[in-house]
């Protein structure tokens, strides 16, 4: 399974940005995806996953990012709007085949908001 995020880039605070992950390979299954994001120096953070259970969101980003997937296309996005410096990081995605499995992740795309 290989996973390719795209759609970072350079906003300015309060714009809005729509990161993509696509995904090939043979998938047999998927548990849930997400997204999570990392700034230097900090651990790696959840922002958003979506499963059959539904979708949920780091507090930080509620009401502003929007988890989705497009089956037919195998992709994942994220619509992050109202974005703020803090925001800043780099933005990987990721996909659980089953319960329990060590998830796939995708490259990273770089998000910059500045202020």
């Known amino acids: 399974v290989q996973l390719q995020a795209s759609g970072g880039g350079v906003v300015q605070a309060g714009g809005s940005l729509r990161l993509s992950c696509a995904s090939s390979?043979?998938?047999?299954?998927?548990?849930?995806r997400g997204w999570y994001r990392q700034v230097p120096g900090k651990q790696r953070e959840l922002v958003a996953t979506?499963?059959?259970?539904?979708?949920n969101y780091a507090d930080s980003v509620k009401g502003r990012f929007t988890i989705s997937t497009d089956n037919a296309k195998n992709t994942l996005y994220l619509q992050m709007n109202s974005l703020k410096p803090e925001d800043t990081a780099v933005y990987y995605c990721?996909?659980?085949?089953?319960?329990?499995?060590?998830?796939?992740w995708g490259q990273g795309t770089l998000v910059t908001v500045s202020s």
């Open positions: 979506i499963s059959s259970r539904g979708t």
């Open positions: 990721n996909l659980i085949t089953r319960l329990g499995a060590a998830p796939y």
């Open positions: 390979g043979i998938i047999f299954s998927i548990f849930s």
